[in-house]
């Protein structure tokens, strides 16, 4: 399964990759053995370091997940749909997590099954969402109301 977080706002999708590592971890592996951080520069990285975990059980649990962002971002158009049905293929056993920059399109997105990847659009938040989401941030984090409303102005 291919996750995608995605969308200009990279602070809320970066905040839902790490949302679904956490729910990962509590369902499938608590003490985080069958999660892995691929760390992804240049496009053999993907070749090289991504690739080869696709095909990979895991030894400490039935399902593995690994993040590896900005894993299509770094093809052109053509090798990223590669990219993307390659990822698309490896099941419901492994969960790769990507945070990018921008959606993938609509036509490499409709050429894959729709069951194996799941987009969580992240756009840049207007005014009207963006005060309450600011006050929201804040209660979790103990500041007041007031604060939150001025830091958002």
Same mark, same amino acid.
């Given at each position: ?6 969308? $200009? ?48 059980? +895991?030894?400490?649990? @039935? ?12 093809f052109k158009a053509v090798d990223r749909k590669k990219c993307l049905e390659r990822l698309s293929e490896i099941g419901?056993? @492994?969960?790769?997590? @990507? ?13 894959? @099954?729709?069951? +194996? ?5 992240? $756009? ?7 005060? $309450? ?21």
């Amino acid at each position: 399964m291919l996750i995608i977080c995605a969308g $200009p706002d990279t602070y809320r999708a970066r905040e839902k990759a790490r949302e679904l590592e956490n729910v990962f971890k509590i369902k499938h592996d608590p003490d985080g053995l069958a999660v892995e951080n691929v760390l992804i520069n240049v496009k053999e990285h993907v070749k090289d370091r991504l690739y080869p975990l696709l095909s990979l059980g +895991s030894l400490f649990s @039935t399902r593995k997940f690994i993040r590896a962002d900005g894993c299509l971002a770094i093809f052109k158009a053509v090798d990223r749909k590669k990219c993307l049905e390659r990822l698309s293929e490896i099941g419901e056993q @492994t969960i790769v997590v @990507t945070v990018e920059q921008d959606e993938p399109s609509k036509k490499a997105l409709e050429a894959l @099954t729709k069951e +194996s990847v799941i987009v969580y659009s992240h $756009p840049v938040m207007k005014a009207k969402e963006f005060l $309450p989401w600011v006050v929201d941030q804040g209660e979790k984090i103990g500041v007041g109301k007031a604060l939150s409303e001025e830091v958002a102005t």
